[in-house]
């Protein structure tokens, strides 16, 4: 049970350092050009517009939610490659929220559209 509360009390310091981390090298460096994000926020959207993920690549904490909303006029289809998620059908301003609980890099795909990519990074 302390031991427990120790490794808890560890993985806190953890996170406060990776958040004040983000929070210095946020003022300093503009925003990534490229479509990859890292995100310490507990709810993420990714948006699914013009048949792509946006964005494709979302670095999130262990336990946050991310939710897809689907821009497109077309149904989408978010089904992880593991089977570690899997979304309904999306229609046109439909969203769909999952909690990560589990860290790794969880890539999808629309099944619809299987060339639409994208992953999650947990940290
Ligand atoms: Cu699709």
């Known amino acids: 049970m302390k031991k427990h509360?120790?490794?808890?009390?560890v993985a806190?310091?953890?996170v406060m350092v990776m958040v004040a981390g983000c929070t210095s090298s946020s003022n300093t460096s503009p925003s990534p050009a490229n479509s990859t994000v890292t995100s310490t926020a507990s709810?993420?959207?990714v948006a699914i517009q013009n048949y792509a993920f946006s964005p494709s690549t979302l670095t999130i904490q262990k336990g946050a939610n991310v939710t897809w909303t689907n821009y497109d006029s077309v149904q989408?289809?978010?089904v992880s490659d593991s089977s570690a998620f899997s979304s309904p059908l999306l229609n046109k301003g439909d969203t769909y929220t999952h909690q990560f609980n589990n860290t790794g890099s969880f890539s999808y795909i629309c099944s619809i559209h299987p060339y639409m990519k994208g992953t999650i990074?947990?940290?």
């Open 5 to 9: 509360l120790i490794l808890v009390l």
């Open 12 to 14: 806190l310091a953890g």
């Open 43 to 45: 709810q993420n959207p």
């Open 76 to 78: 989408h289809h978010v």
């Open 121 to 123: 990074v947990v940290a």
